[in-house]
């Protein structure tokens, strides 16, 4: 597997960092010539090593330069895209072990840093504050990043895997934007929640008093406080996420994870919450399109399994066809981080490739 990373301009002009997976091997795009291919293939790795130190803003802004230096399958050898939106206080780096195991069998993988996080942050605002009204900002930038993928790879399905915080913001674009994904994917996530409306105005409260980028103490301890409770004793404020404690020990370690978010953030965070549970936004859902749902069992974000079924008993009622649900005994938070990742991934790649199957049987051209 080799990594691409890109950036692209969002519509508030803000770079945004994506990583991108794809075999290490492979024919080249539809209209490039091996020996293009190979070249550009060089430069950027040459390009990929200096990311990790400081993205190259010229590459950054030449689409053309982009699409050449794909270097990609064609697209008769691939399944289809994942574009992963990753979870709160943390960077799509970390699922890159994640999206090996999807290339090995034939997909690529698209993730972002999403405002305010990762080496998005680095460009412009700095961790923990994702700007005014983040949260629809981070959805425009996903829909953005689904509109570069489809000129790179046209054809090709995509589906849309979203973790934690990244789960909410799929089951906004569930409804403002399915048009443009084949099946949706939702891990650590849950469904309607009580006491939002109290979460944001304390959140607009502080953000009057203390403004709105300072990072929030209070508001971080009242959301992520309680989740350890059930795993004491513990070693670090983050038991929560899994039972393998390396992994732990790697997302304390992680420089772009763990940070403080701010009054600002969570302000529109609990605004996303509440608006994506509203009857009227879900109804908008289209009935056809596939959703996978898997959560650990012991996961205190989708209230150790119950919030996640209800999510699940409510796309039921709305009529969706294709609603999957798993739940994990004994799996906390993050499942590609568990110890179970490996039947994880098993289990995500069957739901694509049956979902992918279902789509070639309906459009054998």
Not at 118 to 145: F, S, W
Not at 300 to 306: I, L, Q, R, T
Request: aromatic residues 10%.
């Amino acid at each position: 597997m080799v990594e691409r990373p890109f950036s692209f301009i969002n519509e508030d002009l803000q770079s945004v960092y994506v990583y991108h997976w794809g075999p290490e091997h492979a024919e080249p795009p539809v209209g490039i010539s091996k020996e293009d291919a190979d070249t550009d293939q060089t430069q950027n790795q040459e390009k990929q090593s200096q990311a990790h130190d400081g993205f190259s803003q010229e590459e950054a802004v030449d689409p053309v330069n982009l699409n050449r230096n794909l270097g990609l399958a064609a697209p008769a050898a691939l399944k289809g895209i994942v574009q992963i939106v990753h979870g709160m206080a943390e960077t799509g780096r970390r699922y890159e072990e994640t999206a090996a195991g999807l290339v090995r069998h034939g997909y690529l993988v698209y993730a972002a840093d999403l405002r305010g996080h990762g080496r998005t942050a680095d460009q412009y605002e700095g961790l923990g504050y994702a700007g005014k009204d983040g949260h629809n900002g981070m959805v425009k930038d996903i829909l953005l990043l689904r509109e570069e993928i489809g000129k790179r790879h046209p054809g090709l399905p995509v589906f849309l895997l979203g973790h934690s915080m990244g789960s909410f913001l799929v089951q906004k674009v569930m409804y403002t934007g399915p048009e443009r994904y084949n099946g949706f994917l939702l891990t650590g996530s849950c469904g309607r929640q009580p006491f939002l409306s109290f979460g944001e105005k304390l959140a607009a409260l502080q953000c009057r008093l203390q403004g709105e980028r300072k990072p929030s103490l209070l508001l971080n301890a009242l959301v992520f406080g309680p989740y350890n409770r059930q795993f004491k004793p513990v070693r670090t404020p983050f038991d929560w996420l899994s039972r393998d404690t390396a992994e732990v020990d790697r997302f304390v370690a992680d420089p772009y994870c763990g940070e403080l978010c701010s009054a600002g953030f969570f302000c529109d965070f609990f605004r996303l919450l509440r608006e994506i549970h509203r009857p009227e936004h879900m109804a908008r859902i289209p009935v056809d399109k596939p959703v996978f749902l898997f959560s650990g069992a012991e996961d205190p974000v989708g209230h150790n399994g119950k919030g996640v079924e209800r999510l699940a008993a409510d796309y039921n009622r709305l009529g969706l066809r294709h609603v999957d649900l798993k739940l994990y005994p004994g799996a906390r938070h993050e499942l590609f981080h568990e110890f179970n990742r490996e039947e994880v991934i098993r289990d995500v790649l069957q739901w694509l490739d049956r979902q992918a199957g279902r789509l070639s049987a309906a459009d054998p051209s």
